[in-house]
């Protein structure tokens, strides 16, 4: 069965603190991407990866940074946490080659920022 | 233009009722139009996805009606059940390109008994 998971379902961190968000796929997929959730804006694209090593901005990279080290594992970087950070963190994978294979999320990091 | 846009932003139906959700789209190179389902405290899923050669999916009581001259696809719940609650997205790309789906921005689908 395919399976996402991402390192905590909640996080609550202080302004100005490093944040990182884990996210790992058992399922050998090519692709790997980071949204947030936010009331009304929907999901949003920060980063995705296409390969080990390779990276690529989304719509709303600011403020974030990405590694990817190994394939099955994603991670996101909050260098210096704000608070319009706080938000629902989503990460997901897909088979590949071509972004529209089915996309399959975690369950997401609810992250306050305080 | 990347956009879709999905409409409405909340929907509520009675039990038994047709839900329906619409989104249009500009990038006439989009060729794969998905629709994912997100449960509360859950990640969005796969619910059915549409090809423009075809101009109508069926998946049990869900139905994708795609209408390429109007570069407009819609969501069909038949019989809507309180099960259906749910948050919907639809999104499109085009699969011969290397770039992420595009997504609308949600409808919060309330059935209520």
């Known amino acids: 069965d395919v399976k996402v998971t991402q390192s905590s379902r909640y996080l609550v961190k202080r302004t100005g603190e490093k944040v990182f968000l884990e996210c790992v796929q058992d399922?050998?997929?090519?692709?790997m991407f980071w949204y947030r959730q936010d009331p009304g804006l929907g999901l949003r694209l920060i980063y995705f990866?296409?390969?080990?090593?390779?990276?690529e901005k989304g719509d709303i990279p600011e403020g974030y940074s990405v590694s990817r080290e190994k394939k099955e594992r994603f991670s996101l970087i909050l260098e210096s946490a704000s608070t319009n950070q706080t938000s629902m963190y989503l990460c997901?994978?897909?088979?590949?080659?071509?972004?529209?294979?089915?996309?399959?999320f975690g369950p997401g990091t609810r992250l306050t920022v305080t | 233009q990347q956009q879709v846009k999905q409409s409405p932003q909340s929907l509520i139906v009675q039990k038994g009722g047709i839900s329906i959700i619409n989104c249009a789209y500009e990038n006439t190179a989009f060729d794969y139009f998905p629709w994912y389902q997100q449960f509360p405290g859950k990640g969005p899923a796969l619910l059915i996805a549409?090809?423009?050669?075809?101009s109508e999916k069926k998946e049990g009581r869900f139905t994708i009606s795609f209408n390429k001259s109007a570069k407009q696809f819609s969501l069909h719940i038949m019989d809507s059940q309180p099960g259906d609650s749910a948050t919907y997205f639809c999104?499109?790309?085009?699969?011969?390109?290397?770039?992420?789906?595009?997504f609308g921005k949600g409808t919060r689908l309330s059935v209520i008994a």
């Open positions: 999104a499109a790309n085009w699969d011969s390109g290397n770039t992420p789906l595009v």
């Open positions: 997901a994978s897909s088979l590949g080659p071509g972004i529209s294979y089915e996309q399959y």
């Open positions: 990866s296409y390969d080990v090593k390779m990276k």
């Open positions: 399922m050998d997929h090519e692709n």
């Open positions: 549409i090809r423009p050669d075809v």
